[in-house]
Structures are given as structure tokens and as C-alpha cells.
């Protein structure tokens, strides 16, 4: 439904296989950072993606793993030379002091070195204010959180051990975590998945670990509760709540 | 999806009756504005909603449609005596100017005259800051558009004449209507549907009625376009758009 | 000395007949929620006043009592016919939410069946800045409080019994009422008359009734303290006030 | 009626002679600045009451004449020693950036030089809030127009030549006025009364002057209109308002 | 480095002569608030400022020691007649309720008697938007603290006893001052230096007095501490302070 | 003048070695990105800087030339290993959306490979307000330009090119660079050195250059103006500047 009504108010397209199928549309994306974070290095996986992907498949580069944008952008070039469509920006938050700045940088860097064709392409966080702000030197944008307009709660699906070593992309911690909770407060805490017992930092007592398994082998391993069920669950909750 | 959302984060039961079942409850509501209006005497609608209905539907009467709600609930205690269970404050915005003191003066005018069992239920552009605000003196709400968080466009299904005479209760215009175009500059304007032309306020020049039939005997007139044809027919009404 | 302020700042008349005697104008108004009150039935007073009045005196219909304006505008032009010169909405403030929306609704109903002449005459708290917004659809206002810059007390004078039954119009509690205070901490309470002895919301303590008989048979009965005195009891009554 | 209000609302006395004898008050105030500015001299001034007033009368010195608050307190106090009650200070608004501290400065002068027990009357645009703010240090107050809570159009009648010779009190300005208004825009000009001829600095047309002689010899001259004419005077200086 | 700063930013002259001569021009000022203060009245001032000074030094009258303003230009006018170059309003901001107004009031009351050369000067806590907002009316200005737009500690130098005797201007307390010190909690106070002992208004305990003689005869009686003694002693005094 | 009052104000140190010889104290510093541009590499710039030291200087590395503060503070950890005493973070501020949490980022993941001693320095536009908000996981700052509480322009000596090619750390545009002025309206604008005509985007007409070399060989080659010459250069200016 979300992807419907992206499409018709306008988007150019949707990155999910089974909701392009839905729509009628051919799916489109860009290169993504599992595949750089495997390589463990973007010259790499620029060349590997190169070899891998039919010609009328687009070159776009992830440009911001590990380097800063601006250095990145300009490996991408040397790797690709003309093949290089476009560079993607997806650059996490807590790096977008000035975002618009940094793109002006990179295209700065790519035009003194020739490279005036190649466009830019910018995602990660991005609303209908930004694409205003941004589209003087943006080309393009993939939208995803935004594209809805209730509140949501944001969250992201990311790499962050490569053969069991800690690696993560810039702006995510690396390593294997686990999440605790307080029985009596309801305080979290995040740490590493190595660590065995966690204590509550609020009132000094064991917390206790909430990831569950959800799916083995494709399979939902916890059945679902009834609308009854969760109603209750959820009042349940919300008794200790203060307004 | 609405009524499913709006049940397990809480309310008490839904009035749709499809929806209801989808979620395996039983539909609730009030008595109708439709019936009042039909009867066109509040009086008599009370009657024959109290003989009509079996003995274990709550009585909780619509006390809004011609009179002050004051008189209103007086009628319905006068009618319904100890089978009242409630009276239903679906008062229109426009008379809303501090909804909560004419609940007051509804619960002083039972209270002075013994029905002091006889519940406030309030409906009605109902919010989450009205519900605090309300809650010293309204004992139930029905909650419609404002469930949702996202911006809604806010519409109702309104009897507006019986018999071919105009009729609607207050705060909504009697009359069947129909509403006009402008050609050139897009303008609204509604009349009533026994005008036979309109001339735009804005320019003079003839407007055309949009009004369509999309039903006829319970089947769909008109096919469903694709999403790509929606999608190009919202990118030609946006051309003309101003940001 | 309000009323001569008043009209030489431009009203078009005033309503106290001792009042316009002292300027030298004649005095003007419109028919009295008393009347109607007493009828208990709004077309019945209609009916009354056009036979009791001379036919120079313009009919202009009070239609807020116990309907909604909506309907009792249709009522009065039912009655009175041609003969109607104006409807006057004294709308309680607690039903005025959109008191522009209101009048307009008046106007389509009156006009959608022809009664294009009858005019709207408001009243009740109007201001300066309302008047401005309401003049679109507005014919004549009648000013009170607002036309002092003082800052006021705002007080008025209602029927709220009919032979001893409890009756009041719209946005006003019926029945005869006795006010309170608290000896110890001078809080109010109003309660029906009926009511005995009264309890202190705050502390729990007995409360004293504080109205007072000030004239019998037109005559005075209580005597005028010297400004001394009233200056003596002022300051007694600020000992206690917190600044 | 202003002077009344005032008293039973707690102020300690009246000043205007006829308003203190309707209420049965004896009137009380001070040395006016009528008597310093036809003596020329603040000191000779002080000498002069304090010889021709009777004992009862309390010695309150205006100070603000010519001198500064300051020197003005000091020569008071060199003059009347300790039959000095008070000083006065109705400093001018344009002289009291910060009057506190003006009033503090008095203060430390007198109390280092002994005259501990002479108080401090404040008087001149007085109202609630500075009260409270100069309480600590200011012993009374003479307040006039904020006595009213009513919007008012502060005027004042000045002293401004003594023997044909321009002489003003601090503040205001010396001199023999005349005021001019434009026919055609109706602008005001004020110029010394001895200019024949004004021009509008508006249109360059020629002004008219406005002052009348209202009262020759105690009598009126110009008889009062009627409240319909006032009231077409003023519709008809309304006419060119814009609001 | 402040004063050439402020040259080569377009001001028109400095006063300090040590300044004016490092940056090669001739140092410019106006009478100061000590000789008036040594004569104990202006007019004596005025005359022995006119008799002392070459004729090539324009004679500009500081105007606001004893008296009004309105008052000391006019004194100033009448000793010096045409020789008066410009008056010098330095009026206290305690004085300064309505700035403007004083100058209009200076400039009515010298042109009305003929002195319209007479230029107006002001001085005393002058700003940028003050300096836009008084141009109309004044002639030149001497800009002292804000010619910075660092935030400055502001301090003055006065005269506050002539031959032992308590004297100081206008918004200055008169009297030689002693500042104490709480060695408890660092209160400070300022008394008359008469005063032999002082107890802290906080706690109740003595004070220590903390004026220092630093130089005698021109010679510094106490050496300069290094760098980082004064760092060490800021460190110190940090060491209490709340943030 | 600004060392001797940022040292005595409370810093610990100064970072040029002519200011700290003036009051005494020994300067103190970290490496420098110059040294990490002439490398084109920072693992190669820690070697150099390790091995040319003395072993009493604390090895401090700059992590945010060219890489990600993240992989630059692993890089850093595993070419110096217990040997490195701080990472400094001279983040520009184009890349500092959150700079809290790159901060905390870095410290994590220093922290889940045992390097929990490792400090982390932070530079670049800090002033009061950031030091409170950082000093959680931040142990020093090098403060600039916020040390002054004056305005100030901000400017920078940066490395654009090495051997003549293109190279400048993140957030600088790499290339030695012109900057043009058009010599009618005074518009700006910077292009590479190599461009060797440019026309301002304002009016179409050529623009002139204006860096000029002021020392040769470390000797001045321009002469220094006098006050008044500076004087009328910026009264000159400022004639067409509108307020």
C-alpha cells in the first residue's frame, strides 16, 4: 500500500522486488553497503560489482563505508572512469553538519578531475524540506522513512561483524549486540552480544535479555496473538504509564 | 486496518459492522441521526427506537439534531424514564463554543430532575486532548477521524432532505447540492442541485458540475485506472500547482 | 452617562427607556426571552407578540431560546410571514463555536425558501473585533457590556422559573438558585434554593447563604453606608488577599 | 464620581477641594510648581510657604522645578530644616531613566547630611506596578490619570511664562503656545503663539488656528450641543478614518 | 590599540593625548565635570573655562552637573553669547527617561531665544542605535564603552568630595567610599569611608575593607604578579562559583 | 595579549611557540594535517611522526583527513599501539551533524578492542556551550577563534595541493585557488589559480584579481599605511554601503 501510493503521487520508482510485481513496475536501487562491508574495501567492490552486473544495469556507487564522501567519490571515478553513473550519499546523521556542503565538495572534486556527467544520488533521512534545500546540486533521492506521514519508529537492518570480526559502516557501531531490559524499571541497555550479565544502570539489579527468535529456517516459530490478546498485553503496559 | 489498530492500542469496540467481524467482536453504536430525521420529531424517534429494539440494546439517544441538547436530553428522559441508559452529544462544531459547560448544564438539568444514572456519551471531532479535557463529566466518547495520526481530509454522509423537502439537522445546510468547476481556474462553489448553471466568482465564465454516479443498483460504473495512469493524472493537475 | 457616550459615539439608539428620555431619543429593543419563557413555546410567542403590538413596531424574533437558531428562524417565519422584519441570535457563548458559521446557516435557510428580506440581528458579548467579522452576514448588533473600555463584572438578570417549575433558555441553569460562603475561607458555592445548608467544597465546613432582600414593595430597605465606611469594609476585605 | 471610587477603594485622601467635600473628606496636597516658577527661585520658594502657612499644614517641597531632584532636596533642606516633612519628586518622564535609583540618590544625600526622617512623595504617571516596584524607598504616592482603568487622554495645564517672559518647569517646554491644524489633512502644529501664520509641513498650505476662549469672566461662552449633534460631529469626522 | 582602531573605523577624533600622539594627531575633547564641580557653579565654571582657554579652542559647555539640562544651557548661553560653540548633555542614565525628548527640549528653548548655532554634544553610554535614533536632533557624540563590541566591565573616574566636603554630580552619591569584603561568602558592600567597621548583610560577621593604595608619588607600590600567579589566583576564586 | 589572557583565564596551554616564550610557558601542540597531506597517507604520517620524535612528546594523532574519525582512530590504535596517547578530531564542521555521537563512536569502538586509555582531543570552532555539552566522553579541546568574545572573521591556512596535484583533507575544496572581484558592484567569487579570466555572475562583465603577494623572501613587500590613510580607505568603502 505504501509503495501504491508513493508511485502514484508521483515517485519514479520502488526499490522492493514484490511490491514493483504488485504495481506492474520493474523494481530500481543502487549497489548496497553489505556488499562493501564483504569486500572489506569500496575500490573493491566497486570492480567485483562492475564484472558481476549486466551493462544496462546503472553504475551507482556507494561512496560513504568507509571513507569520508569526498575521497570516496573520487575512487569510484578511478575504478569506473565513464561507466560511473552516479555516486550515492548515504551518509549517516551524526556526519550531515552541513550535508548540502559536502555534496557541493564532492562535486567540486569530481568536476576539476573532469568528471562533470557523473550525478548525484542522496538518501538517508530525506523529506520533502531537504529535497527543496538539496536540489540545486542533488540529481536524485531515495526516500524511504519520510515517504509516510504518521510518526514512525525508526529502524535499519545492518552489517555488523564480517566473519565474526566487528565491522560496521560509518555512523553504526560495529559487533554483535544484545538488548536488556530492567525487570522492575523497564530501562534498556545495549551492549555487545558477548557480554553475559548485564546490570541495570538505574537500580543495580540483573536486566534481563529481550531479543527473541522469531524465524528459523523461514519458518515463524512464535504463532500470533489475537487482537484480544494484544489489546491486552497493551493495556497491560500501559498501567505504569505517567501521562 | 483502522478498526484492528484502534482496538488492540485500546478502545472499548468498533461500529463497523464488517470490521467488527474481521476482528472477531461484536459491532457497537448509538442510535442514528437518519432516524430522527425521518420521524422529524426527536419525541417520536425515541419511541419507536425503544418498541423496535430488543431489550438488551443499551437505549442511549442522539439529543442533537433539532433542539438545544438541554431540551434534548430533557425529551429523551421524559420518553425513555429509567430505560435512558445515555444521551449521545454529537453536537456540530459550529455550537461548540465551551462544549464542556453545555455538558455541565446537561448533567445540572438530569441531576435536578432525578436522572442522575443517565450517562454522557460525546462524539464528534473528538481528540486526545479533548478526552482529558472532558473527562470530569463525558462517561464515554466515539472517536472517528482523529484515531488516525496521519492528516486526514475530513468528510461525512449527511441526510439533507426527506421526502424531496430540504431537512438536515443543525449545523449542516438542507437541501441536495451539487458541486461546480471553474474550466479555467479549477474554483469550487456549491449550490443547490435545482441551479441549473453557475458562473465562476472568479471569472465570470460558465462552471461545469463534477458530481458523478459511481453506483448504480450496488455495481461500480466506472473501472479502476491503473497506477501509472493515476500517477500521470496527478502529475497534470500539479503543472498548474504554485509551491 | 454610558448611554449618552454611547449613541454620541455613534450608535443608532438605546434600549433603557429612562436612559433615551435623558438624551431626548426614543428608546429601541427587540421582544424579551421573557416572553417566550413564559409561552414555554416559541411560536406561540410569536403568535402573541404580532397580535399585541402595533403595526409600527418592527417584528424582530428572538429564535435562540429552546431551539436551535436554525430551526426556530424557520419557526418565526412560519408565524409571522412577511410580516418578519428580523431574527435576533443571542446565541449562549457555550454554543458559539463558529458563530460566523451559524448566522451563515441561517441565512441559506432562510434564503432557500424565500426569506431574503428578513434580516439577522445578533447579540451577546459582541465587540469590536467580532462585529468587523461578523459583518458579511450581520445586519445590527445589539452592544452591551462590551460598549464600556472598563474591564467589567459581568452579570445578568434570568427567568429560570415558570409558576415555580425550573425553566431557563439555552446556556443558563434552570432553577431558583442560593450563593454560599465560606466563613473561614470565603469560597462561593451556588446550589438550588432548595438546598438547606450547604458544606464548604475546601474545608468542610458549614456555609452561610449571602443573598439578600435589598428592596421590598420598591423601596429600599437597606440603608447607604458613607464612603468611609465602604472604605473601611474594603480594606477589612484585603487584609487576607495574597498579592 | 472619580475622586469617591478612589477613596472607598482605599486611597488615604483627595486633593480637588469640591470632590473632598461631596465625599465629607478634608482635601490634602502639597507646594504646586505654580509658586516655585512665579518666585523664580526654589529656595525663596520654600521660605515664602513656609512663612505664610499655618502650622498644621505639613512642609512637602516639590523638588523638581529647575534643579535636579538631588540639589533640589539639599536646598529644601538647608531652607526648612526640621520642620521639612517631605520632598516631593514629580520628576518628568523624560528625566527618569531609572527613578529608583534617582530616588535612592535622594535619599543617601539627605540621610548622610542627618535628615533621616524627611520622607519621599512620589508623584507623576503613578500606577500599580511601580508601587511595587519603588515601595522600598518611596514613603507616598499622588496618583492621578492611572486612578482610572479606562484608557485615558493624559493632558496637563502648565505654568509656561511668568511676566510675559517664557519660564517652564523641567520637562515642558517655555513659552506661549497656539495650535494649528490643516484644513485639508487636518495635521496638527504647535509653534510659539506669537507666530502669525503656520504652513502645513504636510500640503505647504496655510493652517488655521484652533485654541477657542471657551469662559469670560467665569462664564460660559460657547452653549453645550445637544447629544444627536455631537453624535453628527462625530460621524462626520469619521467619514475620512481609515481603519 | 582601541583608539586607533576606532580612527581608522571613522570616528573623527580621540581624546587621551597619550593615543592621539601614537597615531599622529592632535587629541580633541570638551570641559570636564571637575572643574565645574571645583567651582561649585556652573556659570563661575563657564567664565573661568572662557577666560583660561586660547581663542582656537571651541568653547562646549557641559551642561548637566548641578542643574536641568534646559536650565544649564541657557546659563551657558547667557555667559558666553556667541562664543558658545556646543552645549555637552553627559546626562546620567538614571536621567534618561526619554533622551531625545531632553535634547528637542534644549534645542526649543535655546532657539527660542535666538541661539541657533549652538551645536548639541552628547556623551555618556552611547551606542550605534542610539547614535541612529538621536541624529536628528544631535550634533556630534563622545563614544566611550561601546566603542568596543567585546562585553566591558564599565567604571568610572568621579569627583565625590571637593575640600573635604561631600559633592559629586548628578546620578553620582556624594562622599569618599570604602568597599568591603565578606571573607565568608565574598559579599560586597559599599559604605561611606568614614565608616570605621562594616558586618556582612548575609551573615552577620565583619568585613574587610579591600581598597589598596597602588601607587605613591606615581610610583606602583605594588609589583606585577607573573602569569601564572594570576592563574593560579583564577583557579582559586573559580573554585566556589556555581555554575 | 590573547594567550597571556586565555592562560590566566584558566587554559593549560599555548600553542605558539612566540606567545608561550612571552609568558613563560612551554607550548604544547599535536600533529599537524599538513604532515598527513604530504604523506597522502595516515597510517605512513604516524610511522614518521613516531619515529622522528623524542619519546617525551605524547603521541597525539589526527584521525580525520581522509578517512572516517572511526576507521582513522583503528588505524591510529594499530599502527602506535600503547604508544598512543590521544586521537584528536579536528572534524570540519560540514561533517558534524552529531558530533556527541561520533565522538562516543569512536570511544566504542576503541573501547571493544582494549584501547580504554586512549584520549580523545577535540578541535575546530569549540566554544563554552560545546564544552559543556562534550565533556562526557571529550578529555581536552583546542580552542581558536571562541576564546575571543569579540565577533570575529573566521579564516584558515590550509594545504590545497601537494607536488602540484589537487589534494586537501575532508570539507576543504582541494586546488590552489583565485578569488576575483568585479570591480562594479563588488561581488566575489573564487575559482581555481587556473582559470585565467572570470565573469561575474551578477552583471556579465570581467572580474579582476585580487590576492596579492605582501612578502617575499620574509620581507614585506607592500609598505604600511598611516591612520588616516586606512581611515579614508574605509570611509571611501563605506560610501555605498546602504544601512
Known amino acids: 500500500m505504501i509503495e501504491r501510493n508513493a508511485f502514484i503521487g508521483g515517485c519514479d520508482g520502488v526499490a522492493v522486488i514484490e511490491s514493483a510485481e504488485l504495481i506492474g513496475e520493474e523494481p530500481s536501487g543502487t549497489m ?14 566497486y570492480e567485483i560489482f562492475d564484472e558481476a552486473m549486466s551493462a544496462d544495469v546503472k553504475r551507482i556507487a556507494l561512496v560513504d563505508t568507509f571513507q569520508d564522501e569526498k575521497f570516496g567519490a573520487l575512487y569510484a571515478a578511478e575504478v569506473l572512469g565513464e561507466r560511473l553513473y ?5 551518509t549517516p546523521g551524526s556526519r ?3 550535508f548540502l556542503r ?4 564532492v562535486r567540486w572534486e569530481l568536476d576539476i578531475r573532469g568528471y562533470t556527467n557523473v550525478r548525484i544520488f542522496i538518501s538517508g533521512d530525506i523529506d520533502e524540506d531537504k529535497i527543496l534545500e538539496y536540489n540545486d546540486v542533488a540529481d536524485a533521492y531515495g526516500v524511504g522513512t519520510h515517504i509516510s506521514n504518521s510518526p514512525v519508529i525508526n529502524f535499519a537492518m545492518d552489517i555488523v561483524e564480517v566473519d565474526s570480526a566487528p565491522l560496521a559502516k560509518r555512523g553504526k557501531p560495529s559487533g554483535l549486540k ?3 531490559r530492567c525487570p522492575t524499571g523497564g530501562q534498556r541497555l545495549t551492549t ?8 541495570c544502570p538505574g537500580c543495580g ?3 534481563e535479555p529481550i531479543l527473541k527468535v522469531r524465524y528459523t ?8 496473538p489475537s487482537p484480544r490478546q494484544i489489546r491486552e498485553h497493551v493495556i497491560e503496559q500501559l498501567k505504569d504509564v505517567e501521562l
Open 205 to 207: 539489579e540483573p536486566m
Open 86 to 90: 552516479a555516486v550515492r550519499l548515504d
Open 96 to 98: 550531515r553538519g552541513n
Open 217 to 224: 529456517d523461514g519458518r515463524r516459530v512464535i504463532p500470533d
Open 178 to 180: 544484545q538488548l536488556w
Open 192 to 199: 555487545l552480544a558477548s557480554v553475559e550479565t548485564a546490570v
Open 32 to 45: 548496497s553497503h553489505t556488499l562493501i562491508l564483504c569486500c572489506q574495501d569500496e575500490r573493491l567492490a
Open 102 to 105: 559536502i555534496m557541493q565538495e
